[in-house]
C-alpha cells in the first residue's frame, strides 16, 4: 500500500512532538535520504526523510545507516542552514502528502533565519526541497527539476519555488454533508446518462484528496457500496466517510500491518476491516512504518550497487577465460618448436645434397625411431644454408614465445584469481562495502573514475571496520573487502595478534586483538573467516592461523594479497545462527 494523505497526517501528528527539538547533525546516507539527529524531549531520536522514488517516507527510525565518507553537496548545505536550529513547527499541506518543516536557526551573524523544508512524498515525483519563506525562494533540493524535464515547475537553487500541480479534489475533513450529496448525484445523473455506473471506492478516490484506494475499499465495505446508483444508500455511505473522517479529527489512529490472504502485506493508519488477513498493531505510526520498509531501500540500492560491479568483475573474467584459450592454443603450437629445430638439424647435415632453386627435399629422419623419411620445404631463393637458418630462427622465435605465452597466462589467471576473491567480497557487502570496492577498481584502473568534480581526500584515510566480540569479550576485527582487509592487518593488528583465513579460498582477513584467548575465541574468529569466504555454504572449511609477524604482502602485489607461514589448520562448518549470536560493532570514517 503507497503512503497516502491519511498515513502522512498520521505520522505529522506523531512527528509534532520534535517541535523544539534541537538539530544536532544531519547526515545523507544515500542519494535520496536525509538523516536528522534530533534531541526530543531528553531523548536523542533520528528522523528519516526520504525522497526515494519507490519508497518516499517521512518517520522516526532506529535503523543504522552507513554514511558516505565524503558528504554530499545538499547534505552540506543542509548543514548549514538547519545543523543546530530548531524545529519550530511540522505541518502537513491540507490531505496532501506535502509536510513542511519549519527550522529556525542562528546564521554566521548571530542573526536569526527560517528556512523551511518541503518534503513532497509523492512516488518518483518524490523531493526534499529547502526554501528561505522570506523570499520563497529555493536553496537546493535533493532532485534537481530542469525546464526540459518539467515544464510546470523548475527546482534548481535560485527559482521560485512552485507547489505541485493542484488535483482539485475536496478535503475530506472540510467537505459537509450537502456538498457530498451534491458529488453523489452528479455521478448518479452521469450513469443514468447512459456511462457506466462509477465504481463506488474509485469515486472516492477521484473526488477526495489524501484517500488511497485501499481506504476508499474500506469505506465501500463500511458503506455495503458497489455501483454509485439511484438506489445507493446516502446516508449510509456518508455516515461511513463520516466515521473516518472523525477519527482523522480526533488524531484517533491505530497503526497496522496487515498480511493479507495472498500473501501481500499493507500498512495504515487506520482499521482495514474489509481485508481478510493478519493484522499486528503498532503503538507509533512510525515504528509501523519501520517495520514495512524495512531496510528495503537500502537492500534496493545494495542490489544495485553490487549487481553492477559483479556484472563488470564478472565479464572481466569471462575476457579472461577466452584469453587464456587462446594462448593454451597458442601455447599448444609453441611446444612443436622441437619440429622446426629438427628440420633445421637435418638440413645442416645435408647440405651436400641441397642446391638454391629446390622447394623441398625429402631426408631420413635419424631423430625417428624408425628413421624415417621427412619432406621439407625450402625457399628456391635462399641458400641450402640460409633454408637451415629459416627453421632455427622459426624455433627459437616459438621458444621465446613460450615464456611469454605461459607469463601472459599466469598473469590473466593471478587476475581471475583477485576477480573472485572480490566477487566474494560482493556477496556479503553493504553499501559502503560496495562504494570501498569501486574505489579499489578505480585506484586499480580497472575503473573509470565517475565523479563530477575533484574529490577531496577523506580527513583520515580509514574504511570501514567490523568488530565482533567473542564470547569471553575479545575483540575479532573482520574485513569485508580488499581495503579494509589491508587496513585490518598491516595496520590495526600488532606483530603477535592472531590472523586467521580461508586456506586457497578467497575470503576475509580476520584478526583476534589479543595475545591470550581460549579456544572458544579461536574457533568463534575460524567461524567467521569461514562464513565470510567463498564456502560459507560448505562444511569442514579449512582456516589457516598463525601470528600478524608472520603475515607479509609482497611488494607490488595486489590489494588484499598476503603469504604467510607457520599456520596450522582448524576445519569448521560455517554457523549463521552462532555468528549472529556474537555482538558487532561497526565503525565507519563517517563525514
Known amino acids: 500500500m503507497a503512503l497516502d494523505g491519511i498515513v502522512t497526517r498520521a505520522l505529522v501528528h506523531e512527528l509534532t512532538q520534535a517541535t523544539s527539538a534541537r538539530i544536532n547533525k544531519i547526515h545523507q546516507p544515500t542519494e535520496h535520504e536525509i538523516i536528522f539527529h534530533l534531541r526530543v524531549r531528553g531523548q536523542n531520536k533520528k528522523l528519516l526523510l526520504s525522497a526515494n522514488p519507490t519508497y518516499p517516507r517521512i518517520h522516526y527510525t532506529e535503523q543504522t545507516h552507513s554514511n558516505p565518507a565524503e558528504p554530499p553537496m545538499f547534505?552540506?548545505?543542509?548543514?548549514?542552514?538547519?545543523?543546530?536550529?530548531?524545529?519550530?513547527?511540522?505541518e502537513q499541506v491540507g490531505m496532501e502528502r506535502i509536510v513542511h518543516i519549519v527550522v529556525r536557526q542562528r546564521d554566521e551573524l548571530g542573526d536569526e533565519s527560517v528556512k523551511v523544508i518541503i518534503i513532497e512524498l509523492m512516488g518518483r515525483h518524490s523531493n526534499i526541497i529547502l526554501i528561505d519563506p522570506a523570499s520563497n525562494q529555493i536553496i537546493d533540493g535533493i532532485h534537481h527539476l530542469t525546464p526540459a524535464i518539467n515544464s510546470y515547475r523548475i527546482v534548481m537553487p535560485g527559482f521560485q519555488y512552485t507547489a505541485p500541480p493542484e488535483q482539485h479534489k475536496h478535503n475530506p475533513l472540510e467537505i459537509d454533508k450537502s456538498a457530498f450529496l451534491a458529488l453523489w448525484d452528479q455521478a448518479v445523473t452521469e450513469a443514468a446518462d447512459g456511462q457506466e455506473p462509477t465504481r463506488a471506492s474509485s469515486w472516492l478516490v477521484q473526488h477526495m484528496s489524501g484517500i488511497s484506494p485501499r481506504i476508499a475499499e474500506e469505506w465501500a465495505y463500511r458503506s455495503n457500496l458497489t455501483l454509485l446508483t439511484e438506489n445507493s444508500?446516502?446516508?449510509?455511505?456518508?455516515?461511513?466517510?463520516?466515521?473516518?473522517?472523525?477519527?482523522?479529527?480526533?488524531?484517533?489512529?491505530?497503526?497496522?500491518?496487515?498480511?493479507?490472504?495472498?500473501?501481500r502485506m499493507f500498512f495504515s493508519a487506520l482499521p482495514l476491516t474489509h481485508l481478510q488477513g493478519e493484522a499486528k498493531l503498532y503503538a507509533e505510526m512510525s515504528t509501523c512504518m519501520e517495520a514495512f520498509y524495512g531496510d528495503k531501500a537500502v537492500r534496493d540500492m545494495v542490489k544495485q550497487r553490487v549487481g553492477d560491479l559483479a556484472r563488470f568483475l564478472q565479464q572481466e573474467r569471462n575476457k579472461n577465460e577466452k584469453k587464456i584459450a587462446k594462448l593454451q592454443e597458442t601455447l599448444e603450437d609453441a611446444n612443436a618448436a622441437d619440429r622446426y629445430r629438427i628440420m633445421g638439424e637435418l638440413l645442416f647435415a645435408s647440405l651436400h645434397q641441397l642446391k638454391r632453386g629446390d622447394s623441398e627435399i625429402e631426408l631420413m629422419n635419424y631423430y625417428d625411431e624408425n628413421c624415417g623419411m621427412i619432406t621439407i620445404s625450402l625457399d628456391p631463393l635462399l641458400s641450402p644454408s640460409d633454408n637451415a637458418q629459416r627453421y632455427f630462427k622459426r624455433y627459437n622465435k616459438m621458444k621465446n614465445s613460450i615464456l611469454v605465452v605461459e607469463q601472459q597466462i599466469s598473469e590473466a589467471k593471478e587476475e581471475n584469481r583477485y576477480y573472485d576473491n572480490l566477487l566474494q567480497q560482493l556477496q556479503d557487502a553493504n553499501i559502503q562495502d560496495a562504494q570501498e570496492i569501486r574505489e579499489e577498481l578505480v585506484e586499480q584502473g580497472l575503473l573509470r573514475d565517475r565523479s563530477k568534480r575533484t574529490k577531496r581526500k577523506r580527513k583520515d584515510n580509514r574504511p570501514t571496520v567490523y568488530t565482533y566480540t567473542s564470547s569471553e569479550g575479545i575483540a575479532i576485527h573482520v574485513g569485508k573487502n580488499n581495503i579494509q582487509n589491508e587496513y585490518v592487518t598491516n595496520r590495526l593488528a600488532h606483530p603477535n595478534d592472531t590472523w586467521l583465513h580461508t586456506k586457497d579460498i578467497p575470503g576475509s582477513h580476520v584478526v583476534i586483538r589479543s595475545e591470550q584467548f581460549s579456544d572458544v575465541t579461536l574457533e568463534e574468529a575460524a567461524q567467521l573467516a569461514a562464513y565470510f569466504s567463498q564456502a560459507k555454504h560448505s562444511s569442514l572449511v579449512p582456516v589457516d592461523y598463525t601470528l600478524i609477524r608472520h603475515v607479509r604482502k609482497p611488494n607490488g602485489s595486489k590489494p588484499g594479497f598476503v603469504i604467510y607461514e607457520r599456520q596450522k589448520t582448524l576445519f569448521i562448518t560455517p554457523d549463521a545462527d552462532r555468528i549472529a549470536k556474537l555482538p558487532l560493532h561497526v565503525k565507519q570514517s563517517n563525514s
Request: hydrophobic content about 35%; overall charge negative; proline content about 2%.
Open 233 to 263: 444508500d446516502t446516508e449510509q455511505a456518508w455516515t461511513a466517510l463520516e466515521s473516518i473522517v472523525q477519527q482523522l479529527l480526533d488524531h484517533q489512529y491505530t497503526p497496522q500491518l496487515i498480511e493479507a490472504e495472498d500473501g
Open 75 to 90: 547534505c552540506m548545505l543542509m548543514r548549514k542552514h538547519c545543523e543546530g536550529g530548531f524545529i519550530e513547527r511540522i
